[in-house]
């Protein structure tokens, strides 16, 4: 267990999430597909004359679920019940398909059901402690594993177990106490070492933390998970010296291991040796020292952190280069590369990489959907309507192409087409985000065609949605001043976007022209110099704003 323990430390220690799979991974580890506590007192339970059913059926059954046919094992275990409505053992199982399946509420319902009927069941007990642990219900989690104490209380990992679901859930102190109580009646054990390291790290006492690894260390001194955590820690802490020369411990004692290679890999990038970094990035992939499918974990991981991917994107720039060397072909390579030119708003690279995708995988529409987005946010108009059409022939019931589509039409000023498209994919929209888009564009394109009262409809449905958003508020009071409109309410929403954009020349320009409509001069003069000062210089409507404010005649 010590090396899982340990792992789980280090293959996580970005987000510092401690061995929250070890009880799924003890499960699995220790437990097949066959029924547990399928006994005498299950026999005993069978509905008279229905013997020769039942045992079918539950055969039958068990057959499936060690083939993960879970839809065919569910039935048959379901038709057990009804033969031997108290069977614990069939609960459980049903228990573990409908946990495995994703049904959790099923799992804990029929999970409960079996261990109240068998108590005495540690296999009960440990998946239960599965199903709360995965889906967050720390509480539950560990009323189970004290339950489970009390049934074993000469196991010591049950203690460990136990003592990581506190950490977990923040109870550190509850976490600290069980440690001492484990190393008094156990022994000192690596395991508690790494965990008290893992709680003192929490608590933010890298002093005792780090003491902590140095008694690991010290226990077992060839232990290279131990070498690889403390290296970790000196590499967060920003102390290189220390981190280094852990590190040059660790690979000369073995530098194949992958999660050593990727843990010194950051340590390089860390400290912003990046030539370095990424030599050792290209030699361990070449020499296929880490292979394809762990460098794609890998860099997956990385790609959750945005803020780390920007400050370091001299070597990941390089290092996706070479990534996607490995397999020009392989969908999810390509994913993987997508998203980071995505995070790095590399707009154009994604594109194009995005368009080679589609050329092998036309019916994927996540790919058709990541296309459109960035030729929208690069302004590549033609393309963008191009690719949305050929979308809707593919994918007709799909809104957000058809959405696409439209903002295309509106940036060629073609507003009646853009009017087609959008009336028509808004009838597959469901509600949330999306609707609110369509509703800005639909207001947008009919205000093109000078239906002002068909723009105000819209307006207000977004409004409806979204009462805050600045786009629609600034947009909808400006063409009410245009009309002459509610004068009030324009100057009352565009007042809203101010104070929560104070330096946005767009949103001051428009309640300055908002105030001139209203014939307060003195503060439209105000507002509409602070326009030009923050940006309108560069604005033609701005500076026209401006001239007609302050009476100034055009050339």
């Not at 267990?1 to 003890?26: C, E, G, P, T, Y």
């Not at 002002?452 to 207000?460: A, N, P």
Request: glycine content about 4%; charged content about 25%.
């Amino acid at each position: 267990m010590v090396d899982l323990v340990i792992r789980a430390l280090r293959s996580n220690r970005m987000k510092r999430i401690a061995i929250v799979l070890v009880w799924f991974l003890s499960f699995l580890l220790n437990s097949n597909d066959s029924v547990v506590g399928q006994d005498n007192k299950d026999a005993e339970g069978i509905r008279e004359g229905y013997e020769s059913e039942y045992y079918y059926a539950f055969t039958e059954a068990t057959r499936y679920m060690i083939y993960q046919l879970y839809n065919q094992a569910v039935g048959l275990y379901t038709k057990c019940l009804e033969y031997n409505p108290g069977s614990a053992a069939i609960k459980y199982q049903l228990s573990k398909i409908y946990y495995r399946t994703g049904f959790l509420e099923e799992a804990k319902r029929f999970g409960t059901e079996a261990w109240k009927s068998e108590r005495s069941n540690r296999w009960y007990l440990v998946n239960l402690i599965s199903i709360y642990q995965t889906t967050n219900s720390f509480d539950s989690a560990i009323m189970y594993s004290n339950e489970l104490i009390k049934l074993e209380p000469e196991r010591g990992e049950n203690y460990l177990n136990l003592a990581i679901l506190y950490q977990i859930n923040g109870e550190y102190r509850k976490a600290l106490n069980l440690l001492g109580r484990i190393e008094q009646d156990f022994g000192s054990r690596l395991e508690v070492f790494t965990l008290r390291y893992n709680v003192y790290l929490s608590l933010k006492d890298n002093k005792r933390a780090i003491k902590q690894l140095y008694l690991a260390h010290e226990k077992s001194s060839d232990n290279l998970s131990i070498i690889g955590l403390i290296a970790e820690f000196y590499g967060d802490a920003g102390i290189e010296d220390s981190a280094a020369r852990y590190y040059n411990e660790l690979l000369k004692a073995d530098n194949r291991d992958p999660v050593s290679v990727f843990s010194y890999l950051d340590y390089l990038v860390e400290f912003r040796k990046y030539r370095e970094a990424l030599h050792y990035f290209n030699n361990s992939i070449n020499k296929q020292i880490v292979s394809k499918e762990q460098t794609t974990g890998y860099l997956i991981n990385k790609l959750e952190s945005e803020e780390k991917i920007l400050a370091n994107k001299a070597f990941y720039d390089s290092a996706m280069a070479t990534y996607y060397l490995l397999d020009e072909e392989d969908l999810r390579v390509n994913a993987v590369v997508v998203d980071y030119y995505l995070k790095v708003k590399n707009y154009e690279e994604a594109a194009g990489k995005l368009k080679k995708m589609i050329a092998r995988n036309e019916r994927n529409y996540r790919i058709w959907e990541q296309l459109l987005f960035a030729e929208n946010i690069i302004n590549q108009y033609d393309s963008l309507l191009t690719h949305s059409e050929k979308v809707i022939d593919l994918f007709e019931d799909q809104p957000v192409p058809y959405l696409y589509a439209g903002i295309a039409c509106l940036q060629k000023k073609d507003y009646s087409k853009a009017l087609k498209f959008l009336e028509k994919g808004i009838k597959y929209v469901e509600g949330g985000n999306i609707y609110l888009q369509y509703c800005i564009f639909m207001a947008e394109a009919y205000n093109g065609m000078q239906n002002r009262e068909k723009s105000f409809e819209y307006y207000e449905k977004a409004l409806s949605i979204d009462n805050t958003n600045d786009l629609v508020l600034n947009n909808y009071a400006y063409f009410l001043s245009l009309e002459g409109k509610e004068l009030i309410k324009a100057e009352s929403m565009s007042k809203q976007t101010i104070k929560r954009n104070k330096f946005n020349a767009v949103y001051l320009d428009t309640y300055a022209w908002i105030l001139y409509k209203m014939e307060k001069t003195g503060k439209a003069k105000s507002y509409i110099r602070k326009a030009i000062k923050h940006g309108g210089e560069s604005d033609s409507d701005i500076k026209e704003h401006y001239n007609t404010i302050f009476n100034i005649e055009g050339d």
